[in-house]
Antibody, heavy 115, light 112 residues
Framework: EVQLVESGGVVVQPGGSLRLSCAAS????????MHWVRQAPGKGLEWVSL????????YYADSVKGRFTISRDNSKNSLYLQMNSLRAEDTALYYC????????WGQGTLVTVSS | DVVMTQSPLSLPVTLGQPASISCRSS???????????LNWFQQRPGQSPRRLIY???NRDSGVPDRFSGSGSGTDFTLKISRVEAEDVGVYYC?????????FGGGTKVEIK
């Protein structure tokens, strides 16, 4: 059974940094690209970032480019999102999702940016 | 960026009746490889999104056959042949043909 478990979400001040993690199990992690997608409270879905199976290619939404960094450790079956220079508008539930076409999603981890 | 426009925003439906959600893209979603990367997701209240349909019309494993996807180019539709209580939630289309990936604004399905 595919499982994706996000962690690391907390309350952080504007300008602060945070690292999210996504622990994957139930599939061959290094066979698949992985995404981060976020959802602001009461709002729709916004794609954030994608990393290729080997970490060699990464893509970002303009809203996070230069501030967020996606990475993975295939030896640990883990996906990460380093978030710097956080803003109030980054407040959201952050999901990791498997495969280029997002076939499985985790339960999300909540990031709140507030002073 | 490709804009995905869903309609209606809200869809009250009687149990057992059909429902239809429209999704239109601002550009053709036909990829240079010949595929059309249009997905549909369901998000039940308090839950994570779940993929229902990929590449326009392919149903994911475990998805009831009352769900179907159709369309081409810039116009796509998700149909529920007979709405059940468990279908309540928000439905999103998403295009994966052009960077960045973009989602529609969502359609809330509720029972009348």
């Amino acid at each position: 059974e595919v499982q994706l478990v996000e962690s690391g979400g907390v309350v952080v001040q504007p300008g602060g940094s945070l690292r999210l993690s996504c622990a994957a199990s139930g599939f061959t992690f290094d066979d698949y690209a992985m995404h981060w997608v976020r959802q602001a409270p009461g709002k729709g879905l916004e794609w954030v970032s994608l990393i290729s199976w080997d970490g060699g290619s990464t893509y970002y939404a303009d809203s996070v480019k230069g501030r967020f960094t996606i990475s993975r450790d295939n030896s640990k079956n883990s996906l990460y999102l380093q978030m710097n220079s956080l803003r109030a508008e980054d407040t959201a539930l952050y999901y990791c999702a498997k495969d280029a076409m997002l076939d499985y999603w985790g339960q999300g981890t909540l990031v709140t940016v507030s002073s | 960026d490709v804009v995905m426009t869903q309609s209606p925003l809200s869809l009250p439906v009687t149990l057992g009746q059909p429902a239809s959600i429209s999704c239109r893209s601002s550009q053709s979603l036909v990829h240079s490889d010949g595929n059309t990367y249009l997905n549909w997701f369901q998000q039940r209240p308090g839950q994570s999104p779940r993929r229902l349909i990929y590449k326009v019309s392919n149903r994911d494993s475990g998805v009831p056959d009352r769900f179907s996807g159709s369309g081409s180019g810039t116009d796509f539709t998700l149909k529920i042949s007979r709405v059940e209580a468990e279908d309540v939630g928000v439905y999103y289309c998403m295009q994966g043909t052009h960077w960045p990936l973009t989602f529609g604004g969502g359609t809330k399905v509720e029972i009348k």
